[in-house]
């Protein structure tokens, strides 16, 4: 697998972080555990800070259906190298406990799918995070709370959508979605809605939002074709950016250690994390040149067949 630096260099020169930073300069990536004392929730999240002393932009990274807060690592090292603050969370009751140990991985995961508890929790989860960064020793000095990102995969897609303002069928169920303190989201297997029409579904949605799938992103619980993915982004009006990675499953994303086969392998990794910077750091760190290769389609980190499409990101 590719490391975090090798994958910034596979970023075109003018995107790459403006100061090198040495080997070693970053903390060790830090496993926390949280608790939700309302909801009798002990959440494990992993923290990766970046060099330096000052606060800096943060990413909540939520995985897929049964993953862990050691998946997605490839992005998470990436932003930490380029300079943001990254936590990942593992969501109990939708992550690597459904799997495990199971006779059957696939009516294990279709019945925690089709559970609307275990949606809901996933959202609190969030909620409760971004209650408690104020209050965190472990972030005092560190974080820039203007500037609070979520990315995701599949389920942790779905979770983005919905954390920036993507209806729920039937209501909000007493959330507040919006939240009004994520600012952009990367949804890497984005979903299409369910149960409402695209354009009302994302209608709220004003955050910008990265989309990154893959022409063989098929959903094997729902159903999901490759092509449905793009709808998310088709139907929000709001400033963002869609890749479509050749060959590129819906396995291809996550990075989840000990799931094996393509749930581990590397191939997208880098374009992935490149995609995620360019964009992160057009927006927030104000890189026009981030802004140029978006616009351009990524030339020097796309490959053949991979499509790019932007709209609104200046």
Not at 183 to 211: D, K
Not at 293 to 309: K, N, S
């Amino acid at each position: 697998m590719r490391t975090p630096r090798r994958a910034l260099l596979a970023l075109p020169a003018a995107l790459l972080p403006a100061r090198s930073r040495p080997a070693g300069a970053r903390p060790a990536p830090r496993a926390l555990s949280w608790t939700d004392a309302a909801r009798g929730r002990d959440l494990p999240l992993l923290l990766r800070l970046p060099g330096g002393t000052g606060p800096a932009p943060l990413v909540l990274v939520s995985p897929g259906l049964g993953g862990t807060r050691h998946g997605l690592a490839y992005l998470g090292e990436a932003l930490a190298e380029a300079g943001f603050l990254v936590l990942h969370l593992q969501h109990p009751g939708t992550d690597d406990g459904l799997w495990r140990g199971a006779a059957d991985r696939r009516l294990a995961f279709a019945a925690a799918a089709s559970d609307a508890g275990r949606a809901l929790d996933r959202l609190r989860d969030v909620a409760f995070v971004l209650d408690e960064l104020p209050r965190r020793t472990e972030l005092a000095g560190r974080l820039d709370a203007a500037r609070i990102a979520i990315a995701g995969h599949s389920y942790g897609a779905w979770l983005v959508q919905h954390m920036l303002g993507q209806r729920l069928p039937g209501g909000d169920r007493g959330l507040a979605l919006p939240d009004p303190r994520l600012g952009a989201g990367i949804a890497l297997s984005p979903m299409p809605a369910e149960g409402l029409p695209q354009r009302l579904a994302f209608a709220r949605v004003t955050a910008p939002i990265l989309h990154v799938t893959g022409t063989e992103d098929r959903g094997w619980i729902g159903g999901t074709l490759p092509g449905d993915r793009r709808q998310p982004f088709d139907a929000i009006a709001a400033p963002g950016a869609l890749a479509i990675l050749e060959g590129a499953a819906h396995g291809s994303f996550a990075g989840e250690p000990g799931a094996g086969g393509r749930w581990e392998e590397a191939g997208f990794h880098p374009r992935v994390a490149g995609l995620a910077l360019a964009f992160l750091r057009g927006l927030w760190l104000g890189d026009a040149a981030a802004r140029r290769a978006l616009r351009a389609g990524m030339p020097g980190l796309l490959e053949a067949g991979d499509r790019l499409e932007s709209k609104g990101l200046g």
